[in-house]
T-cell receptor, first 111, second 119 residues
């Protein structure tokens, strides 16, 4: 089983739609959680950290459920510019606190 | 600031050839790392460094060497290229993570990537 699993998609949504992605992680020693965004043929960039109480940044809301070991990302009022791959990232609380990347969920927002 | 700069952006090698991917950052980050990204695999850590003179292996270090003689530079050497090393390589840096338990944001700053094809 992969340490971090994501639905690869693609999720095809119209502009203005609300879309949610889930990510599950297998290691209960996971300490911190992040969403990165990666545009086609570009480098990943940090979108937001995920806090235990949930957090919001404009149209983006991240949630963490430690009991069920999943993280979610909700995007409201989707824009064409939101089209990208969203990577779920988990940092382990073991020795060197490596970051484990999911394979990403692709989002396509159409006019 | 340039951030993280990687060169070359594209490279084609023949099996058995060697080459070096260059990575430089101007943010005075202690931590630097190399990842490879393959379809369906996610980013995988090859090697990392927590400061000048200190390097360590990640998940997939075989076939690669690194050195860190300065804070700014972290080159990745392919010793004898193999088709299995065809991939997109990303260099990334951040403030120190993990060791010492100091709090950090977990934010990695990535270079633009180097697409390597080994024939």
């Amino acid at each position: 089983r992969k340490e971090v699993e994501q639905d690869p998609g693609p999720f095809n949504v119209p502009e203005g739609a609300t879309v949610a992605f889930n990510c599950t992680y297998s290691n209960s020693a996971s300490q911190s959680f992040f969403w990165y965004r990666q545009d086609c043929r570009k480098e990943p960039k940090l979108l937001m950290s995920v806090y235990s109480s949930g957090n919001e940044d404009g149209r983006f809301t991240a949630q963490l459920n430690r009991a069920s070991q999943y993280i979610s990302l909700l995007i409201r009022d989707s824009k064409l510019s939101d089209s990208a791959t969203y990577l779920c990232v988990v940092r382990m609380n073991t020795g060197f606190q490596k970051l484990v990347f999911g394979t990403g969920t692709r989002l396509l927002v159409s006019p | 600031n340039a951030g993280v700069t990687q060169t070359p952006k594209f490279q084609v090698l023949k099996t058995g050839q060697s080459m070096t991917l260059q990575c430089a950052q101007d943010m005075n980050h202690e931590y630097m790392s190399w990842y490879r990204q393959d379809p369906g695999m996610g980013l995988r850590l090859i090697h990392y460094s927590v400061g000048a003179g200190i390097t360590d292996q990640g998940e997939v270090p075989n076939g690669y060497n690194v050195s860190r003689s300065t804070t700014e530079d972290f080159p990745l050497r392919l010793l004898s290229a193999a088709p299995s090393q065809t991939s997109v390589y990303f260099c990334a840096s951040s403030f120190r993570t993990g060791l010492g338990g100091s709090p950090n944001t977990g934010e990695l700053f990535f270079g633009e990537g180097s697409r390597l094809t080994v024939l």
